[in-house]
């Protein structure tokens, strides 16, 4: 393929930077000639664009995947996706100005609280938390605005806190440059209730050596995000995409902190099957899993 498109997120996000690594490996693998980085709101977009030819690959928190599929809300018809293979385990978290009364997960209660576009992975995230915690839609006072605005109306005052995606990130780094910010921390029990109930939601930690104010890492909930095709893409492509993935796990935890720990991630397909890489049913595209089988990673 002369030329492959990758839809990732906002151009400060974590999936814009991914993207352009994968796509560097891609094009050293001579699997393409030019990589397209697209950006975009999120794993809606990515989703439909994928299976309107629009990208050949996109990312996606694995939660949407099944919605997507079943062409459940915010989707409006199916939408035929299918895993190609995990990208990351990212932890989520909520931050405040350093000087804020606030402290913890619970105290957002009936504050107001950037969590992205509206169609963003992120947002169905924060929909999660409250939801699955019992607070209601009504329970805070969301604000759909992309990642570096967020940023800048947490510094303005205009909220009083901001979901983060996973880190290391340029936008991240940038808020702890503007201003002094801490994380707000869940309960043992609040993270229990969310890994309990969202089987794409698991126990993760906040390095401390990403936040500038924090001395010990925080524990927080973490989500599984993936590469995604359409279902009926080139198995041949989507195979030889994978297989160079796989080849190159450690190559990209070296360029990009974010790709650490993709090796053991990957790796756990050999303990939980293909559930380590398509959790709760969704589909594992058929290219991917000759790709997976031929590394030794599944039976």
Known sequence: MTKIRITSSDLLSTFYTQARDIGDVLVEEGLATEVEVMESTGSVMNA???????AEIGF??????????????????????????PLNTGPLFFVCPEDSPLKTFSDLKGKRIAVGHADSG??????????TLGWGDGGVEFSF???????????????????QAPIPSTH????????????????????????????????????AEHVPTMNNDIATVGVLNVIVSA????????????????????????????????????????????????????????GALAAFREAGLLS
């Open 48 to 54: 439909e664009r994928t299976v309107s030819g629009d």
């Open 60 to 85: 996606m928190a694995s939660n949407w995947v099944p919605r997507a599929v079943s062409g459940s809300a915010p989707f409006t018809a199916p939408v035929p996706v299918a895993i190609a293979t």
């Open 122 to 131: 992120m947002a169905q995230h924060a929909y999660n938390f409250v939801r």
């Open 145 to 163: 605005i992309s990642t570096f605005d967020g940023g800048n109306a947490l510094a303005s005052g205009e909220i009083d806190a901001q979901l």
């Open 172 to 207: 991240f780094k940038a808020l702890c440059d503007m201003m002094p910010i801490k994380v707000l921390a869940f309960s043992d029990d609040e993270i229990k209730t969310l890994c309990d109930a969202i089987p794409f939601y698991f126990p993760a930690n906040i390095p």
């Open 231 to 286: 279902a009926d893409c080139d198995p041949d492509f989507v195979h030889d995409f994978v297989a160079a993935y796989i080849r190159h796990t450690d190559d990209l935890a070296t360029r990009n902190a974010l790709f650490r720990g993709l090796t053991a991630l990957l790796q756990g397909a050999r303990v939980k099957g293909q559930d380590a890489l398509a959790p709760d049913n969704t589909p594992l595209h058929p």
